[in-house]
């Protein structure tokens, strides 16, 4: 039995076409005006609806142990909830706790997502240590089916690892054809300036973002691609927040580095008075980076809008307010980091940046699907509308107006930091590998029908095109 939608407008990074797509075991087999449907065919009318492929979030924290707490969201919650806001694939990070071994942190990660997801997932591995041992690892990591690394600058003494691990794991995974992605925050500064605020008895969220300036970010942002760069290697900078960061970026590709960038919903949309919210309200907001100011936030949207920055991802890590925020009431150190948004990010990208002509629909979807795929080695089968994909699509209603509210939200956690936002479209359909999981915003599917993603590394061709695509 197959599934026919009619009559919608498809909308992939290169095209806008008005055709009819037809799945049949879990992939599109065909794509063409006036399809006809089979007996015992499911039909979804998509008048005046677009058609995307499937988002792709490229950096989710589910179930992660981080600070003393857990994120509050498993593999089961966050892809519903991730499904319901049109996203049919995650890429989330194995955290290995110091000392554990990469494949042990893998075999964890696994048995997290197994049994749970409702959609596809891959993984990123970080490298929360390095040592000889570690790096002898990284090859198994790779035949794994791990093709990325993560590694963060920040977070001394914890997941962060130093200058001379950063540059071993760039070196180590450059002959793996594996991509290496990277927090940029400096670590030190960091470190200095979190121990003399708390002495000063400077304790309130707002101390959180003071912490953690620009520059220390764009300090961080050019020492990863300047590692990077003598180590002959790519670099994806993750979460990227601020202009001052942005500027070395731009630089590096300026002068022909193969640089690539994300950033978030929230640092798209969200700024540092946040941190004054009463009744310790700025706790919601501390993540890492932290929010920025209004002028970051539109040297972001520009920067999208320009192809300096290939992918917006959500970097979900959420913490319940009323609870594992509160660790943090006496010491804004203390706050967990992190925020939820896996649910959000179509709606808010097509609101406020397709709504008001920041970035074209066709540039919406690349940078919400395609780019993520072509970048993490899911696409073809994944990121776009064509006959032998996976059949991971969004049927998008335009005219569906909504408002984001942790009251109605499927995310598990109490507060949505995009709380209040107004939102128009919302998907009428999900479909994740040719079967509908979404439904007039309700999940219909089944927690525990996504597959392992193991990837292989691009080949140098893939790889060219690639960065002369993104
Ligand atoms: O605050 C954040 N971003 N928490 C999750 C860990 C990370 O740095 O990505
Ligand atoms: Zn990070
Ligand atoms: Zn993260």
Same mark, same amino acid.
């Given at each position: 039995?197959?599934?026919?939608?009619?009559?919608?407008?498809?909308?992939?990074?290169?095209?806008?076409?008005?055709?009819?797509?037809?799945?049949?075991?879990?992939?599109?087999?065909?794509?063409?005006?006036?399809?006809?449907?089979?007996?015992?065919?499911?039909?979804?009318?998509?008048?005046?609806?677009?058609?995307?492929?499937?988002?792709?979030?490229?950096?989710?924290?589910?179930?992660?142990?981080?600070?003393?707490?857990?994120?509050?969201?498993?593999?089961?919650?966050?892809?519903?909830?991730?499904?319901?806001?049109?996203?049919?694939?995650?890429?989330?990070?194995?955290?290995?706790?110091?000392?554990?071994?990469?494949?042990?942190?893998?075999?964890?990660?696994?048995?997290?997502?197994?049994?749970?997801?409702?959609?596809?997932?891959?993984?990123?591995?970080?490298?929360?240590?390095?040592?000889?041992?570690?790096?002898?690892?990284?090859?198994?990591?790779?035949?794994?089916?791990?093709?990325?690394?993560?590694?963060?600058?920040?977070?001394?003494?914890?997941?962060?690892?130093?200058?001379?691990?950063?540059?071993?794991?760039? %070196? &180590?995974?450059? $002959?793996?054809? *594996? +991509?290496?992605?990277?927090? !940029?925050?400096? =670590?030190?500064?960091?470190?200095?300036?979190?121990?003399?605020?708390?002495?000063?008895?400077?304790?309130?969220?707002?101390?959180?973002?003071?912490?953690?300036?620009?520059?220390?970010?764009?300090?961080?942002?050019?020492?990863?691609?300047?590692?990077?760069?003598?180590?002959?290697?790519?670099?994806?900078?993750?979460?990227?927040?601020?202009?001052?960061?942005?500027?070395?970026?731009?630089?590096?590709?300026?002068?022909?580095?193969?640089?690539?960038?994300?950033?978030?919903?929230?640092?798209?949309?969200?700024?540092?008075?946040?941190?004054?919210?009463?009744?310790?309200?700025?706790?919601?907001?501390?993540?890492?980076?932290?929010? %920025? &100011?209004?002028? $970051?936030?539109? *040297? +972001?949207?520009?920067?999208? !809008?320009?192809? =300096?920055?290939?992918?917006?991802?959500?970097?979900?890590?959420?913490?319940?307010?009323?609870?594992?925020?509160?660790?943090?009431?006496?010491?804004?150190?203390?706050?967990?980091?992190?925020?939820?948004?896996?649910?959000?990010?179509?709606?808010?990208?097509?609101?406020?940046?397709?709504?008001?002509?920041?970035?074209?629909?066709?540039?919406?979807?690349?940078?919400?699907?395609?780019?993520?795929?072509?970048?993490?080695?899911?696409?073809?089968?994944?990121?776009?509308?064509?006959?032998?994909?996976?059949?991971?699509?969004?049927?998008?209603?335009?005219?569906?107006?909504?408002?984001?509210?942790?009251?109605?939200?499927?995310?598990?956690?109490?507060?949505?930091?995009?709380?209040?936002?107004?939102?128009?479209? !919302?998907?009428?359909?999900?479909?994740?590998?040719?079967?509908?999981?979404?439904?007039?915003?309700?999940?219909?599917?089944?927690?525990?029908?996504?597959?392992?993603?193991?990837?292989?590394?691009?080949?140098?061709?893939?790889?060219?095109?690639?960065?002369?695509?993104?």
């Amino acid at each position: 039995m197959g599934i026919l939608i009619r009559h919608g407008e498809i909308v992939t990074a290169l095209e806008r076409t008005r055709a009819d797509v037809y799945i049949q075991d879990g992939r599109i087999v065909a794509i063409g005006e006036k399809l006809d449907a089979h007996p015992g065919d499911t039909v979804i009318d998509a008048t005046g609806q677009l058609v995307f492929p499937g988002g792709i979030d490229v950096h989710t924290h589910l179930d992660m142990p981080f600070m003393g707490a857990f994120s509050t969201d498993d593999f089961e919650t966050g892809t519903i909830a991730a499904a319901i806001g049109g996203t049919t694939g995650v890429i989330d990070f194995v955290m290995p706790e110091r000392g554990e071994p990469l494949m042990s942190a893998l075999d964890t990660w696994h048995k997290k997502a197994r049994g749970k997801a409702a959609f596809d997932y891959a993984f990123h591995m970080a490298v929360t240590h390095y040592s000889e041992a570690v790096g002898a690892e990284l090859p198994k990591v790779v035949e794994a089916g791990i093709t990325s690394f993560k590694t963060f600058m920040a977070y001394k003494g914890a997941i962060g690892i130093d200058d001379e691990g950063l540059f071993a794991v760039m %070196r &180590k995974t450059r $002959d793996l054809g *594996a +991509l290496v992605t990277v927090h !940029a925050e400096n =670590a030190e500064v960091i470190d200095t300036y979190v121990k003399e605020l708390v002495a000063e008895g400077k304790v309130h969220p707002r101390y959180h973002a003071l912490s953690r300036p620009a520059a220390a970010e764009a300090e961080a942002t050019h020492r990863a691609i300047a590692l990077a760069n003598i180590a002959d290697r790519s670099v994806y900078i993750v979460h990227l927040t601020c202009d001052e960061a942005l500027h070395h970026v731009q630089h590096a590709q300026a002068h022909g580095h193969p640089v690539m960038a994300e950033t978030c919903p929230q640092y798209l949309l969200l700024d540092d008075s946040r941190y004054e919210e009463p009744d310790f309200g700025g706790a919601k907001y501390v993540m890492s980076p932290p929010l %920025r &100011k209004p002028k $970051d936030n539109e *040297a +972001l949207w520009k920067a999208l !809008a320009q192809g =300096a920055i290939q992918t917006v991802a959500t970097d979900h890590c959420p913490f319940n307010f009323a609870v594992e925020k509160q660790k943090g009431r006496d010491n804004f150190a203390k706050i967990p980091n992190g925020a939820p948004g896996i649910e959000n990010r179509l709606g808010l990208l097509y609101t406020y940046g397709v709504l008001p002509g920041r970035i074209s629909l066709q540039r919406f979807v690349e940078i919400f699907a395609t780019n993520p795929a072509k970048i993490f080695g899911l696409y073809p089968r994944k990121g776009t509308i064509a006959v032998g994909c996976d059949a991971d699509l969004v049927v998008f209603d335009p005219t569906i107006k909504g408002r984001i509210s942790a009251k109605t939200h499927h995310q598990r956690v109490d507060y949505n930091p995009f709380e209040g936002f107004e939102t128009v479209g !919302a998907p009428t359909h999900v479909l994740v590998n040719g079967r509908v999981v979404v439904e007039g915003g309700k999940f219909v599917g089944e927690p525990g029908s996504g597959r392992y993603l193991s990837r292989t590394p691009l080949t140098a061709g893939q790889k060219q095109a690639v960065l002369a695509g993104v």
